[in-house]
């Protein structure tokens, strides 16, 4: 009954949002335009993108001896793509995925926190993606908001790796274990 439920739900509301939000016409006429090559190249492009993230995800969780299926992964990716689209900020399908992973085998800690983890992995590859990038749109943009970016993504990535560095955590720990009057 609440999968029916949810079903009539999602039918009506993207029924409202067609018939109130979007000019039908125009849409089509749009669509007509496109050069369905791009469309097809970036479909593919997306659907790679998708099954190389929950590969990762499934690396990070087997570094804690976490097996999980890469179907069940994907499916849970996958809703988790729906909700970022569907909710303001993509916090929204971080939480889902935090949510539906919950629910399988292993360490309830280990699972939730590989969501985060496997988010940061994201951030971190796309830092070779944008220094490409700017190599390229060096005739496009003007070379102080180059330079900008390039420190900004350097500061970045030094401060991701003292994080997450075994000395910087375990001298954190040593201060944090102190007491604060001796």
Known sequence: VWGW???????????????????LPKLLETLYTVDLRYYAVALVVSIISVLVSVRR??????????NIRYRILTKIYMVSILYNFMLPGSLGGDVVKAYRIADQEGDRGKLIGSVPLERIAGLIALFPVLMIGLVFSQHIL???????????????????????????????????????IE
């Open 142 to 180: 003007p070379q102080r908001i180059i330079t900008i970016i390039g420190i900004a993504c350097f500061i970045s990535l030094f401060g991701i790796f003292t994080l997450s560095s075994e000395v910087f955590n375990s001298g954190l720990m040593m201060l944090l274990n102190r007491p604060i």
């Open 5 to 23: 439920f949810r079903r009539i739900v999602t039918v009506t509301l993207l029924g409202l949002i067609f018939r109130f939000y979007i000019d």
């Open 57 to 66: 995800w499934q690396v990070i969780l087997r570094y804690y001896d976490i």
